[in-house]
């Protein structure tokens, strides 16, 4: 099957947003929270939680400051949301994939 113009236009695109949704990931924030007693020592099981974070540059995550707050110490991790982002690739080329279908040349054109 060979491609016109507009379908070799929505193909490179689609390839392009691609790779920009790659070198801009989603992330996901991590928060361990660890109850603290007067004395400074642990007192409670840790807690963790994860929310969604921003879009950020692959080689540069995003960042959450941590550290002691009243009675608890709190610690941040980050990670790559994976789910996400290949949701969001399927989106992509399920959307690239229609658009070609539906720009594709009429038999007519196709036969001149």
């Known amino acids: 099957m060979m491609l016109n113009k507009n379908q070799k236009t929505v193909l490179w695109v689609a390839l392009g947003i691609i790779v ?5 990931p989603p992330w996901i924030y991590g928060t361990n ?15 963790f ?3 969604a974070a921003e879009y950020h540059f692959i080689f540069v995550p995003p960042t ?6 009243d009675n608890f110490f709190v610690s941040h991790t980050h990670r ?5 982002l290949f949701i969001e690739w399927i989106v ?10 539906l720009l594709k040349d009429s038999p007519k054109k196709q036969n001149q």
């Open 20 to 24: 920009l949704m790659g070198i801009f």
């Open 33 to 47: 929270t660890t109850p603290l007693n007067s004395s400074g020592k642990i007192d409670g099981p840790t807690t």
């Open 49 to 51: 939680e994860e929310s």
């Open 64 to 69: 959450q400051t941590g550290g002691l707050g």
């Open 80 to 84: 790559l949301d994976y789910g996400r």
């Open 92 to 101: 992509v080329i399920v959307v690239a994939g229609g658009l070609i279908f």
